[in-house]
């Protein structure tokens, strides 16, 4: 009798999964240009990437893949005139050897403004057991133009054609 209930349960977990994927809408992410040459910084900003619900598409058509090896935060955003805001914190490969990462931010669906990470964080190698040189260059600061209320769209990339969104807040 228990073994009738268990592989009912499995025939009734497996027709359910077959279901939902037979539901779900098909991708409608065009794929990358595998003629396009360019570095990963440059077919991701020649993108439109108005929020971050539109980055995923816009990676996937610059060749990129959400990398999970990345750590990062966005330690502070603050006005520094009325059309400009500074974006501080850390993003660090977890797998790294010190090499620096690239940053861009998108404002209103362009490239606004471009960086690479330089520089320790203090208490940040330590606390996520950072080694092997992938603490040395972590820290970034991007000047955004940017009226309050926008919402900057902050992305992170490295090596072997990955990226990372870093959630920002609305400028202030």
């Known amino acids: 009798?228990?073994?009738?209930?268990?592989?009912?349960?499995?025939?009734?977990?497996?027709?359910?999964?077959?279901?939902?994927?037979?539901?779900?809408?098909?991708?409608?992410?065009?794929?990358?240009?595998?003629?396009?040459?360019?570095?990963?910084?440059?077919?991701?900003?020649?993108?439109?990437?108005?929020?971050?619900?539109?980055?995923?598409?816009?990676?996937?058509?610059a060749g990129l893949r959400l990398s999970r090896r990345f750590i990062s935060s966005i330690d502070n955003i603050a006005r520094i005139d009325s059309g400009h805001v500074l974006i501080g914190g850390w993003l660090a490969d977890t797998d790294g050897d010190g090499t620096p990462l690239e940053l861009l931010a998108f404002v209103g669906g362009a490239v606004v403004a471009t960086t690479a990470t330089k520089g320790e964080v203090p208490g940040v190698a330590e606390g996520y057991r950072l080694g092997f040189g992938a603490e040395k260059n972590i820290a970034f600061e991007l000047t955004v133009p940017c009226r309050s209320g926008e919402q900057p769209v902050v992305v992170g990339l490295g090596p072997k054609e990955r990226y990372v969104p870093l959630r920002s807040p609305a400028c202030p």
């Open 1 to 61: 009798m228990r073994l009738k209930a268990i592989i009912g349960f499995l025939a009734a977990v497996l027709i359910g999964n077959i279901a939902l994927m037979l539901n779900q809408q098909s991708s409608t992410r065009t794929r990358p240009d595998i003629t396009d040459s360019r570095p990963a910084l440059e077919r991701l900003t020649s993108q439109t990437v108005a929020s971050y619900s539109e980055l995923p598409d816009a990676a996937v058509r």
